[in-house]
């Protein structure tokens, strides 16, 4: 059971009153996993510079690097579990009559977790393609003597399925995120630094467009100043506290 925190009357009210709820998660969401974030003093790019490593510039110099850090990470993911911030996530689809769930994450931990819907903006850790042909290659990683993975039907050079910076976002999921901001009655933006864009965009579109804007992280973000709520702490703990308090009141309300 999770202990009881108190949450402000007017989000509470706003919950009970919404009809599309929107969440949107970055890398803070799955610290509580034990996976790095990217930014801040344990982030993964206090050791690399991000352009060092997240970009089509940094994969053409030194693909084996890149792929050394990628399958560093693949091995950290599959060894981690979903915390009860994913898993409150998860059952908040069922709670309301429409929820959106957008993650810049690429661990999957959210679909691991329960979650059916899941728009992923910057591509997923377990996909990889091949750059000549384009097939999907599943499962790869850099070899035990540190070669880089080669399509088996081309011989091409593969890379992961993700978003490098300087790169679009995949159409589909872009719009439908876009969208679902536009229509968002609580606009959730949790364990971002909100920072990069384009997906930093995506609370203030859903601000501008009349939505509850509420941040859960364990610091102020660029992004606080807009919030009509700042909770401030670790989203492993205050997602299951808000859900349970949430559930509470719709029950009641639909009783
Ligand atoms: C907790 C917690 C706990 C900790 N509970 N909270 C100048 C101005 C504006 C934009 C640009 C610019 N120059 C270039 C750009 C564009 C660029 C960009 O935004 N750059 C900025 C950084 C300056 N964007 C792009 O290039 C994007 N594409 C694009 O714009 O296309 C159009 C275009 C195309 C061609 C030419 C020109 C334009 C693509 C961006 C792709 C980002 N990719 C990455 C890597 C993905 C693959 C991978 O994972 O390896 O995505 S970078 C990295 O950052 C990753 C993340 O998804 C993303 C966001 O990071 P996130 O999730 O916010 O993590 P952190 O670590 O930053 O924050 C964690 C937060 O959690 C912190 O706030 C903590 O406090 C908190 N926290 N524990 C709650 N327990
Ligand atoms: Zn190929």
């Excluded at 053409?60 to 890149?66: C, K």
């Excluded at 591509?123 to 999907?136: A, F, L, Q």
């Excluded at 968002?184 to 971002?192: E, L, N, Q, W």
Aim: hydrophobic residues 40%; aromatic residues 8%; neutral net charge.
């Amino acid at each position: 059971m999770t202990p009881a925190m108190p949450f402000p009357e007017t989000l509470l009210e706003a919950l009970t009153r919404a009809r599309h709820v929107v969440a949107f998660t970055g890398a803070g969401i799955s610290a509580e996993s034990g996976v790095p974030t990217f930014r801040g003093p344990e982030g993964i790019w206090s050791k690399f510079k991000p352009e060092e490593l997240a970009s089509m510039d940094a994969f053409v110099r030194n693909p084996a690097l890149v792929w050394e850090w990628y399958t560093h990470r693949k091995t950290i993911i599959a060894a981690v579990q979903p915390n009860q911030g994913h898993i409150a996530l998860a059952r908040m689809e069922r709670l309301f009559p429409r929820f959106t769930l957008i993650t810049q994450n690429i661990d999957n931990l959210h679909r691991r977790a329960g979650s059916t819907r899941v728009h992923e903006l910057h591509g997923n850790i377990e996909r990889s393609y091949c750059m000549t042909c384009g097939r999907p290659c599943p499962d790869v990683s850099l070899s035990g003597q540190g070669q880089i993975p080669r399509c088996q039907a081309c011989g091409g050079i593969i890379r992961p399925d993700v978003v490098w910076f300087g790169e679009m976002l995949p159409e589909d999921e872009w719009n439908a995120s876009a969208a679902a901001a536009a229509a968002a009655d609580v606009f959730f933006s949790i364990g971002t630094s909100a920072v990069v864009y384009p997906a930093a965009s995506l609370p203030l579109m859903a601000k501008r467009s009349g939505a509850y804007l509420v941040e859960v992280n364990t610091e102020p973000t660029p992004l606080s100043g807009q919030a009509d709520e700042c909770l401030l702490g670790p989203s492993g703990s205050i997602l299951p506290s808000l859900y349970e308090a949430v559930a509470t009141r719709r029950h009641k309300v639909n009783d």
